[in-house]
């Protein structure tokens, strides 16, 4: 497929670009402006978003030896969002982090994280090979993995976002990879006969 060639690390700084643009041309209102999550301002979107600078360090740190044993994005939201998983166990802990981050950064500032720190951490750590295994809540699981994480999250949001502000869409190449990762969730006969108005059984949504 056309996202394959292009790295999910190259994919993850256009994506962080393509925010970082979208707010510096935000009005000082429009920072304020609710999404459609509820209890999610614009300002809070970012903020959760938003590269933390720590993101280095401790992606250094948790690289551990072998080989991991969780290897792609869908596998990390499997986990994550099965029943009793992390997604809904600390649900409520993200939004109260993403408004505290929110109430205490200029636009400014978070701005800078997009335009500067993300594509910061992703040079830093190109050197690191896509298999390289890092501990995580999920499990041992591939730096591959958490940059298509990190490529998923900030699409979702940038619809988000172009939800409550308008814009221009994400990057095609960003939405093939998210369409292919969330659709990848899913047992495959399930999503096949759904998708094809065989069953009414509920696969959607596949995260919380």
């Known amino acids: 497929m056309g996202h394959q060639n292009t790295s999910r690390a190259d994919l993850l700084v256009e994506l962080w670009h393509s925010w970082a643009e979208r707010g510096a041309a935000l009005e000082p209102g429009e ?23 720590a993101m280095l360090a401790v992606l250094r740190e948790a690289v551990v030896a072998g080989p991991a044993t969780v290897t792609s994005g869908s596998e990390i939201l499997r986990i994550f969002n099965r029943p009793g998983g992390v997604a809904h166990a600390v649900a409520d802990q993200v939004a109260t982090q993403a408004q505290e981050t929110a109430g205490s950064m200029t636009p400014e500032a978070l701005v800078s994280r997009f335009a500067e720190t993300g594509p910061a951490v992703v040079a830093e750590l190109a050197a690191l090979p896509p298999d390289t295994a890092v501990a995580h809540p999920a499990g041992t699981v591939t730096l591959g993995a958490l940059r298509e994480i990190a490529v998923m999250e900030a699409t979702v949001h940038l619809l988000d976002l172009i939800d409550a502000v308008g814009g221009p869409p994400p990057p095609a190449a960003a939405l093939r990879a998210t369409r292919d990762m969330l659709a990848d969730v899913v047992d495959p006969t399930a999503f096949i006969e759904a998708a094809a108005g065989r069953t009414k059984e509920a696969v959607l949504p596949v995260m919380r």
């Open 31 to 53: 920072w304020d402006r609710a999404t459609r999550l509820p209890g999610w301002s614009v300002r809070a979107l970012y903020a959760h978003v938003a590269p933390d600078p």
